[in-house]
């Protein structure tokens, strides 16, 4: 059987290894975020430049004002498109990367959560009599940092569906904008 140091000193070591782990997964998906985000950019980017080049050509070939403006008003739309498509796709990426942070957090926590109660348990085992007290309030104080862990999840749960919303409607109104401006323009002839 194991000392009491020695439980101590394997659970702190297992502990430190599960929380540089924790870490390292955590920021390699967080990279794996950013890396699609930039990823996002540069495309979104080389396609605007090119297209705004091709675009810009052809206004500066119009004959006459009219063509001008029918120019303009085929271009808005592809273009209202492209900007909700954009924020799409970026709301996706954030509510990916997040769900993997928040799914990977929480099972190490889980996991971790677990381990100290078991080892509270053993350690609780052969404790000296009289102890009683400082044991149940340890189990108190490890409740309640479960406790506080849960309502943390919860509050962070929150707050990434009202982005999620947020998000969803941004896109709306984007859409909705788009279509109104597109409704605005002088028909094509």
């Known amino acids: 059987m194991f000392s009491v140091p020695e439980q101590f000193s394997n659970a702190t070591k297992a502990n430190i ?49 009219q063509e001008f403006f029918q120019l303009s008003s085929t271009y808005a739309q592809p273009a209202a498109e492209k900007a909700l498509s954009y924020v799409r796709h970026l709301a996706s990426i954030v509510t990916s990367t997040q769900a ?26 052969n404790a000296p009599a009289g102890s009683q007290n400082v044991v149940a309030m340890l189990k108190t104080v490890i409740g309640n940092a479960n406790a506080s862990y849960d309502q943390l999840t919860k509050t962070t749960k929150q707050a990434v569906e009202s982005l999620e919303e947020n998000l969803s409607s ?3 109104q984007m859409s ?14």
Do not use: C, H, Y
């Open 17 to 65: 290894d599960a929380q540089l782990a924790l870490l390292t997964t955590l920021t390699g998906k967080t990279f794996e975020g950013i890396e699609k985000f930039v990823e996002l950019n540069m495309t979104v980017g080389k396609t605007s430049m090119e297209e705004s080049a091709n675009f810009t050509k052809q206004l500066m070939a119009a004959k006459d004002s």
């Open 100 to 125: 993997e942070l928040t799914r990977t957090a929480e099972t190490q926590i889980t996991e971790t959560s677990s381990k100290v109660m078991s080892l509270f348990e053993d350690v609780t085992k």
């Open 170 to 172: 941004v896109a709306s």
């Open 176 to 189: 909705q904008a788009g279509s109104k401006e597109v409704a605005r323009l002088p028909a094509k002839k």
